[in-house]
Nanobody, 119 residues
């Protein structure tokens, strides 16, 4: 079991920056691939970025060059640094922890944090 709690969302101007944090507890953090997903009103939830147990990263094309995902295993925390924010980045952002084993999948979600990009 792993509990995920996001923080750092809020209102920011276009072109501004935010840093989201996701604190994990209850399991061995270093065993999980971590990800950030987002969901805007009326749209499907979409992948933003992932970081594996080996610190390999993957980003949606829409955020490449602007967002950076990182993890600190000593602090059981994953971060999403968001720069050059655009109004279309407005969404609820959700932290995900995933562990794949033969015949098994473990998947956990945080409650979400709202990011609003507006003047």
């Amino acid at each position: 079991q792993v509990e995920l709690v996001e923080s750092g969302g809020g209102l920011v101007q276009p072109g501004g920056s935010l840093r989201l944090s996701c604190a994990a507890s209850g399991s061995i953090f270093s065993l999980y691939t971590m990800g950030w997903y987002r969901q805007a009103p009326g749209k499907q939830r979409e992948l933003v970025a992932t970081i594996t147990t080996g610190d390999n990263t993957n980003y949606a094309d829409s955020v490449k060059g602007r967002f950076t995902i990182s993890r600190d295993n000593a602090k059981n925390t994953v971060y999403l640094q968001m720069n050059s924010l655009k109004p279309e980045d407005t969404a609820g952002y959700y932290c995900n922890a995933r562990r794949l084993r033969p015949g098994r999948q473990f998947d956990y979600w945080g409650q979400g944090t709202q990011v609003t990009v507006s003047s």
